[in-house]
């Protein structure tokens, strides 16, 4: 992952970058295993310091927080938690879609369900009996026109 940490007027110096890189990689190893880049920019506003955080996850998925507050690392954890809260909702956005698709496949009904049952078998060597009847198959999908 590639990590930009930036000041606006003010200086950054290496234990905070460590304390970002450490942060961002325990939040995104829960969540997302990789990412692409993110980008970590200090700003003074009047007596707080804000903290703004983009990170882009992959194709499609970037994820941005902004806090603000007394001192620089308290800014930069209240950013950081928003980023773990979306990271967090998304991924379950994406896991509960899924559980979704597997129990209306399970629950739904099954035209397997509505054939008759195979028939028993009258000798060796004999040729399969099968059977016709008339019964009416309810319509399985739902076709909206």
């Known amino acids: 992952m590639q990590l930009t940490v930036a000041g606006k007027q003010i200086d950054t110096g290496a234990r905070l970058r460590q304390h970002v890189e450490a942060s961002l990689d325990a939040i995104l190893g829960k969540y997302f295993k990789t990412a692409i880049e993110a980008h970590v ?30 001192e620089i690392y308290a800014a930069y954890d209240a950013a950081a938690e928003r980023i773990a809260k979306q990271m967090r909702r998304y991924k379950r956005r994406l896991r509960d879609h899924h559980a979704q698709a597997r129990e209306a496949s399970e629950v739904s ?12 078998e009258q ?13 009416e198959l309810p319509n399985l999908t739902s076709v909206r026109r």
């Open 123 to 135: 000798g060796e060597g004999g040729p399969a009996v099968v059977t016709e009847g008339s019964s």
């Open 109 to 120: 009904e099954r035209a397997e369900d509505y054939l008759s049952p195979p028939p028993v």
């Open 41 to 70: 920019v200090f700003s003074k506003q009047a007596h707080l310091i804000r903290a703004e955080v983009s990170v882009h996850i992959g194709r499609g998925i970037a994820v941005n927080a902004s806090a603000s507050a007394a």
